[in-house]
C-alpha cells in the first residue's frame, strides 16, 4: 500500500508541477496577445524579421551540411535548397511590406487548418468537461482565418498583428481553462471517498 500512496503522491506533485508550467505559459500567451493587439503594424514588420533570419540561418546551415554529402547529385541538391532558403530569407528581409503581405496569406491558411483542427478535436473530446473550449477556440480561428483573407492585400500591415494577437490571446485563455478543469478534475479523483 505504501509504493501506491508513494506513488500516487508523486504524480500529484508531477501534476501540479506540470499545471503550473502550463498556467505560465497561458499567462504568457495572454500578455504577448495583448501586446499584438495594441502595436499590430510593429508586430506584423516584427513576425516577417524573425522569419526572415531563421530562413537565412537556415539556409547557412543547409551550406554547412553539404560539404558531408557523399555525391556531386546531393551536393547540388542541398546546395540548391540551401540557395532557396537563404535568398527567400533576405528577400523577406530587405522588402518587409512584400514580406507582410506574403505572410498574411500564409496566415490565413494557417487559421482555417488551426481551427478545423481544433473543430474535430472536439467533436472527438466533447465529452469531457472542458472542450466547449476548445470548440469556442477552433471558430474563432476560423473567424480570424476569414476575416484576413476578406481584407487581403489591402489591410496586411495591421492585420498580421492584430489577428496574431487575438489568435494568441484566445489560445492563451483556452490552455488556462483547460488546465484549471484538469486541475479540479484532479483534485476531485485526490479526495478519499
Partial sequence: MAVSDSSHTHMDILSKRTSGWSIGLSILLIVCGALAIFLPVEMSFGV???IAWLLMISGGLQ?????????FGDA???TLIAAVYFATGLYLRLNLRIGVAALTILLVWFFIAQGVIEIIFYLRTRKSGASGWLLFDGVISLLLGL???RHWPSGSLWVIGTLVGINMLMTGI??????LAVRRVNKLVAQPA
Fill in 48 to 50: 516577417v524579421i524573425v
Fill in 63 to 71: 551550406f554547412i551540411h553539404v560539404f558531408r554529402c557523399k555525391g
Fill in 147 to 149: 476575416l484576413i483573407w
Fill in 174 to 179: 483556452t490552455r488556462l481553462m483547460v488546465t
Fill in 76 to 78: 547540388l541538391w542541398k
